[in-house]
């Protein structure tokens, strides 16, 4: 009689040693699992959040909202464009940053070409670059952030028009 209850505590001892490893082992996959999902959301995130600065300010400049009497002068408007590309050049895509400053360099030029000989073609060049960075942007937002937040967090964020 006392080997049954020997064996039957010796199986219960057993069994809840490896339930509780178990339970530990499972906790921590999944707390590995819950910790990544939430780095990778709050990563998609803030990419969400500068990539809709940048769109915001962008549609300013291409409605030509960029008066000194609603949101500041066109130089204020591209500085405050150049802050949030430097400030957070580590989210945004490399094909938007080498856009951008491509951009950058072609109003250089336009500044330093005094006799105006290049304007047009300068101008030209210029609006076709911002229209690509625009369209990147976009792109990016719609097809690839926006997807995959809406799939980690189940919110709803809006598309870009």
């Keep these: 009689m006392d080997d049954i209850w020997s064996i039957i505590g010796l199986s219960s001892l057993i069994a809840a040693i490896v339930s509780v490893i178990l339970g530990i082992i499972r906790d921590v996959f999944v707390d590995r699992y819950h910790f990544k999902r939430q780095s990778e959301a709050g990563y998609i995130q803030k990419q969400i959040q500068i990539y809709s600065q940048i769109y915001f300010v962008l549609k300013r400049i291409e409605k030509y ?10 130089s204020e408007t591209m500085r405050e464009l150049n802050n949030i590309m430097k400030e ?17 360099a072609l109003m250089g030029k336009a500044v330093e070409d ?14 076709k670059t911002g229209d690509q960075t625009f369209l990147m942007i976009k792109e990016i937002m719609n097809k690839n952030l926006i997807p995959k937040y809406r799939k980690i967090v189940g919110k709803t964020v809006p598309s870009l028009e």
């Design 88 to 104: 957070n050049s580590s989210l945004i895509e490399s094909e938007v940053l080498t856009n951008w400053l491509y951009l950058m």
């Design 114 to 127: 005094k006799q105006r000989q290049h304007w047009e073609e300068l101008s030209n060049e210029m609006v």
């Design 65 to 74: 909202a960029i008066s000194p009497q609603i949101f500041g002068a066109a």
